[in-house]
């Protein structure tokens, strides 16, 4: 009976120090941002164009991204995981571009690290 109670005991101890150890992990990291206090969901938005079809309409849909920010406070590796159609992925790519190193990297246990952020840019119909 005391095996028993020692396994259990034991095992709810590593438990508890995964647990912890990933709970402080997570407390440690501050993830990128931009410079100058700029809001990337602003800057996105402000300085994207809808392309035009050649008969002049716009096109829609979400563009999912992803792409580090490296200890310099640069993007790199952009990596479109889905997006509708390829105007709509180069507008992307070029907005993104545009960002180059205006960022602050984020952070592990106070050191600088690459670290990646996935985002989204929604294109509506005008």
Request: glycine share 4%; proline share 4%; aromatic share 8%.
């Amino acid at each position: 009976m005391k095996n028993k109670n020692f396994k259990k005991i034991a095992l709810l101890s590593i438990f508890i120090l995964t647990l912890t150890a990933t709970l402080s992990a997570q407390n440690d990291t501050i993830p990128p941002r931009m410079k100058y206090n700029i809001n990337y969901n602003m800057y996105i938005a402000h300085n994207r164009e809808n392309p035009r079809a050649a008969n002049g309409d716009t096109f829609s849909g979400e563009v999912k991204f992803e792409f580090l920010v490296t200890e310099r406070g640069c993007i790199d590796s952009i990596r479109i995981i889905s997006s509708p159609h390829e105007k709509l992925t180069k507008e992307t790519i070029r907005v993104l571009e545009k960002t180059a190193c205006k960022w602050i990297s984020g952070s592990v246990n106070g050191e600088p690290k690459t670290l990646k952020i996935k985002s989204k840019v929604v294109y509506t119909i005008e």
